[in-house]
């Protein structure tokens, strides 16, 4: 049960776009279309932005958009908000039965 | 509104034991899955197991698979994580999280678990 693979930190000016990556194998990201992704705040519980790898709940803004190819999957946030500055976590069912989760990405507004 | 409350959190010492509690409320309880997730405080999530809706299945992570044990009481509207053999890398705040869609859609805030001697 190895953990998805996250770049450790990511940064961008307002207004700018990023990408966060997620980087499984076939018997997790790659097989399923269960990947969803959280934003963590300091001191808060996790809220998920995006699941079942492009879907957005209701009340997430637009700005946030989801999608995988291969065994990698994909977070773009435009224009980029101070608010956003936060730990993004993709998750990935897997073929095990379990969940798995990514080591997380430090965003940082700059 | 849906709420999480998990509770039992606390200080236990190595091969100690202790059962964290999660109170459901807000939404049909007994129609959801639910998991546990810690996290280590400044570093990752981690997912740790889960329940189907009567708990009839449940999957764990390698780390805690034959020490920690999930149960549900739909009736009472609470999830449990029973922890034993407890290990000093099992320090962590836990979370207990609501599955809709294959996706951990509501949170609690957490219970700090801390083993130590």
């Known amino acids: 049960q190895s953990a998805l693979t996250q770049p450790a930190s990511v940064s961008g000016s307002p207004g700018q776009s990023i990408t966060i990556s997620c980087t499984g194998s076939s018997s997790d990201v790659g097989g399923y279309n269960y990947v969803s992704w959280y934003q963590q705040h300091p001191g808060k519980a996790p809220k998920v932005m995006i699941y079942?790898?492009?879907n957005r709940p209701s009340g997430v803004s637009n700005r946030f958009s989801g999608s995988k190819s291969g065994n990698t999957a994909s977070l773009t946030i435009s224009g980029l908000q101070a608010e956003d500055e936060a730990d993004y976590y993709c998750t990935s069912y897997s073929s095990s039965n379990t969940v798995l989760f990514g080591g997380g990405t430090k965003l940082t507004v700059l | 509104e849906v709420q999480l409350v998990e509770s039992g959190g606390g200080l236990v010492q190595p091969g100690g034991s202790l059962r964290l509690s999660c109170a459901a409320s807000g939404f049909t309880f007994s129609n959801y899955w639910m998991h546990w997730v810690r996290q280590v405080p400044g570093k990752g999530l981690v997912w740790v197991s889960r329940i189907n809706t009567d708990g009839s299945t449940t999957n764990y992570a390698d780390s805690v698979k034959g020490r920690f044990t999930i149960s549900r009481d739909n009736a009472k509207n609470t999830l449990y994580l029973q922890m034993s053999s407890l290990r000093a890398e099992d320090t962590a705040v836990y979370y207990c999280a609501r599955n809709k869609a294959a996706v951990a859609d509501y949170w609690g805030q957490g219970t700090l678990v801390t083993v130590s001697s």
């Open positions: 079942e790898v492009s």
